[in-house]
């Protein structure tokens, strides 16, 4: 696992300082999470995905950046208007393969 969350820092261009400030943590925990010491906290791993932008299924090491759960990810960033209207959009697009 850590190995795909130095990958997804490196990949973004932040440095380990950097990403711990926007983690709200120490650089030195930071390193020990990227170095397979310390396993982060659900919440500091979610984040890890939510800044890097990748999948938290890429973070346990599926290489397919194009997991499911990156939805969670890009809709966490919309406005409650914006997630309706995708979801509206998604429900039709279900019921016309049901069919």
């Known amino acids: 696992m850590y190995r795909y969350i130095r990958k ?6 932040i440095s380990q300082q950097r990403m711990a400030d926007l983690l709200g943590i ?8 990227e170095n397979g010491i310390r396993i982060p906290r659900t919440d500091v791993f979610y984040n890890i995905s939510v800044i890097t932008g990748v999948s938290i299924s890429f973070l346990y090491g ?21 997630k309706k209207t995708y979801i509206d959009e998604i429900n ?3 019921k016309g393969y049901l069919r």
Do not use: H, M, P, W
């Open 26 to 33: 120490s650089r030195k925990t930071y390193y020990e999470i």
């Open 8 to 13: 997804a820092r490196i990949d973004s261009r």
């Open 62 to 82: 599926n290489e397919d950046k194009n997991t499911i759960d990156s939805l969670g990810v890009l809709f966490k960033r919309l406005s409650q208007n914006d």
């Open 92 to 94: 039709f697009v279900i």
